[in-house]
Each structure stands twice: as C-alpha cells, then as structure tokens.
C-alpha cells in the first residue's frame, strides 16, 4: 500500500526525496536538442498471428505469414574514438528481458550520432549474453566487457523456463562450465574482429575505464558471497586480477567509475532493495588507485544504474534511469568532484512509457554538447529499442 500510496503522491506533483516532481530541463540547468530511435531490430519469425495448414505431402506450410514484433534491445554503452566515430555496445535481437538467445552487437555513427549503422554481432556464445561495456584505451584497442546467464532455466521465472525448455535440454553441461560467467575481449582493428574472450571476477553494465596511469580498472558484481570486486588489468585488457572488494552491503550492484583530476576515484552503485524508494544511487572514494575505498554513502539521486563521466568544465554528470512514475531518463550534476549532487536540479533527458528502461550512458562531443544513449520501448507496448537524446547544460 505504501508504494502505490507513493506513486498517487508523484501523479499528484509533490516533491519526494531526490527531487523527483522538480526533475525537468526547463528549469534552465539544461536544453534537451533532439531524441531519437537511433537502433531497431525488425522480427525476422513467424509471429502468433500467423495461420499455417497442412499441404499435398503432409507437411506443415505457412498460408499467412504474420512477422513477430521488433526484437528486444537492451543494457549498452556509448563510446567516442580517437577518430570521433561512435559506437555502441549492447545486447541484442532478443525475444524478450530474458531469453537465451541476447547477442552482443555494435553500431557505429561517424557524423556525431546524426545517422548510424545497421547492428552488427560480435559475439554470440551458446548461452544468453547481457550487457555490454565498452571503452577505447589509449592503445586504440577496443575492450567490450558482458555477462552471460542462465536465468532462461531458473525457475523464478516460470513463463521463460517453460517457454525455453526445449532449448535448455540442448544446452550441455559443458556449454554451461565453459561459458558462463563474466567476460571482456579486444580489437585492435576497430571493431572488425576481436580477440579470444577472457575471464573477470567483477561485471557490471558499462564495463571498466581506463586510469591516467594506463591501468584498466572494473568495478563489478561478482558472482558468489564476494560482493563488489576491482579487477585491474596492466596489459590493456589481456588478463585480470582483483585488488580490493567491498564485502557489504550485499544489496549494491551495477556500479560505474570515474578517475578526477588529482587522482581520486568515485565508484557509483545501484542500490537493490525492496522498497523502491530507498533504491538511491550509493557512493565511495578512493585515493589510492582502487586499493581501499571509504565507507558507502548516499548520493541523494533516486534511481538506477548510474553512469558516470567527467566533462570538459570539470563537472561530473551521472545519467541513470528512474523505473518510478514518471518512468524518464535522468541526469544529474556535480560541479565539486563528486562532493555533492544537485538533486535540486534534476535533469529528465526523456520520458518513457513504461518500467522497462534506462541503463543510460553518455559522451560529450566536440562541440560541449552531451549524447546519452539508452534502451526503452518508443510508444507502450511496442519492444524496447535503443535511443538517443542530444542535450547541453547552459
């Protein structure tokens, strides 16, 4: 009762936590340019609609053939090259949340996300693969980070499971031991081939960074009682070893990073509990490259996933995705290294029609001017696909 008696108060306009009914870019703090379906993926089978019959021979023939629905897109990032080109990463020609069959594809825009390509895969494994991180180091290689799942068997989900039963049944305890887990892999051509996957302990939606220092660093969930893990690679991405772990609390997940100026390290996390509005963005420092971190505090931001970058001005903009009414697209600022948040001044990048959304990421382009990318359905009950809104702060 207290959730729907929360949601009445939102529709009713009232400012909760976090600043919630005041999140709107006409309060001068930011000019939204333009929001666009940047990526869909059509059904290519037969849908339920269609009509079949037997013929001559006796065998099963389609007499109407009705195409399924747009395939579901979700959980990327955004990256800009060293040429300017963008690229994003994501999970890709879905059936649905989850399924076995995600794949992780890419598309590319070289006009600064006017126009972009059609979604190419890059990595298909025998189980489902979630997620997609991607960064550029500064060697010009490509590191894309995922996951891959099993949740098509578990019984938590007793439409899937039946659903893809049959399925399961072909996947082979050695496919299971073999591929499932948390995964990186590198290009050093731009994306046209990648190199063999390789293990981390850490996964999390938009992968590792890059440190000034040349070290790759991954905050991540791990699987297992180990909680949040650091994984640091010093060979661009080829191997990875844990270096520190926050053991507590459990209900953190999906965490991003940044690395300010003077070297400090702001680690972000969604806050997974069952009252949903308690679900705020967490924070915590380090200032000695990764090794030790401060004590989890609140970021004062409703909402989930964060991430994180940091902008020419030297301010931090957190972009995360409120599954609350009014389901949106959000941004929020910090102008003192991650001090504090101007909740008061919460930005919505875009409106969505329904709880199935977000996982935003961002780039600033060339001219100042900021690209968020994120998966939502464009009208309700239409498949997620992936968007993008085009924004500044004035």
């Known amino acids: 009762m207290r959730f729907f008696s929360v949601l009445r108060r939102l529709a009713a306009g009232s400012i909760l936590a976090g600043g919630l009914a005041a999140a709107t870019p006409g309060q001068g703090i930011a000019t939204i340019l333009e929001t666009k379906v940047i990526c869909r993926e059509v059904g290519k089978y037969a849908g339920p609609e269609s009509i079949y019959a037997i013929n001559s021979h006796g065998h099963t023939t389609i007499v ?88 098509f068997t578990d019984e938590r989900w007793p439409a899937e499971t039946e659903r893809y039963a049959r399925h399961a049944e072909k996947v082979t305890q050695e496919e299971r031991d073999e591929w499932l887990g948390h995964w ?26 890059q440190l000034r220092d040349g070290r790759l660093l991954y905050v991540g969930k791990a699987d297992g009682k180990q909680g949040i893990t650091f994984d640091q690679s010093t060979d661009d991405g080829r191997s990875w070893t844990v270096i520190a772990a926050i053991a507590q609390p ?65 301010w931090l903009v957190m972009v995360y995705g409120l599954r609350l009414k009014p389901f949106s697209e959000r941004a929020c600022v910090s102008r003192d290294g991650g001090k504090t948040w101007d909740v008061d001044h919460l930005i919505t990048l875009a409106d969505a029609p329904g709880p199935d959304m977000g996982y935003p990421s961002s780039v600033q382009l060339e001219d100042g001017s900021i690209l968020t990318v994120y998966y939502q359905a464009d ?8 968007m993008s809104t085009h924004w500044r702060l004035n």
């Not at 399924?99 to 590319?108: A, E, L, N, S, V």
């Not at 996933?305 to 001005?313: G, R």
Request: glycine fraction near 10%; hydrophobic fraction near 30%; aromatic fraction near 6%.
């Open 184 to 209: 990186v892999r590198r290009s050093e051509d731009g994306g046209k081939t990648w190199q063999k996957p390789v293990r981390t302990v850490s996964s999390s939606p938009h992968g590792p960074i």
């Open 250 to 314: 459990v209900d953190l997940v999906e965490p991003h990073m940044v690395e300010l100026p003077g070297g400090r390290l702001i680690a972000l996390f969604r806050r997974e509990l069952k009252d949903p509005m308690q679900q705020y963005v967490m924070q915590s420092e380090s200032d000695d490259g990764g090794k030790t971190w401060s004590a989890v505090h609140t970021t004062g931001v409703l909402g989930y996933p964060p991430h994180v970058i940091p902008l020419k001005n030297g």
């Open 379 to 386: 009208h309700l009950n239409e498949p997620t696909c992936f």
């Open 64 to 151: 109407k053939r009705v195409t399924e629905a747009d395939r579901y897109l979700g959980w990327g990032t955004i990256v800009q090259l060293t040429n300017h080109d963008l690229i994003v990463a994501f999970s890709g020609d879905r059936d649905t949340h989850i399924c076995p069959w995600g794949k992780t594809q890419i598309i590319r825009s070289s006009d600064q996300g006017k126009t972009w390509s059609e979604p190419r895969t890059i990595t298909n494994t025998p189980l489902d693969d979630r997620d997609a991180g991607l960064i550029q180091t500064r060697t010009g290689a490509l590191v894309v980070s995922w996951f891959t799942s099993l949740a």
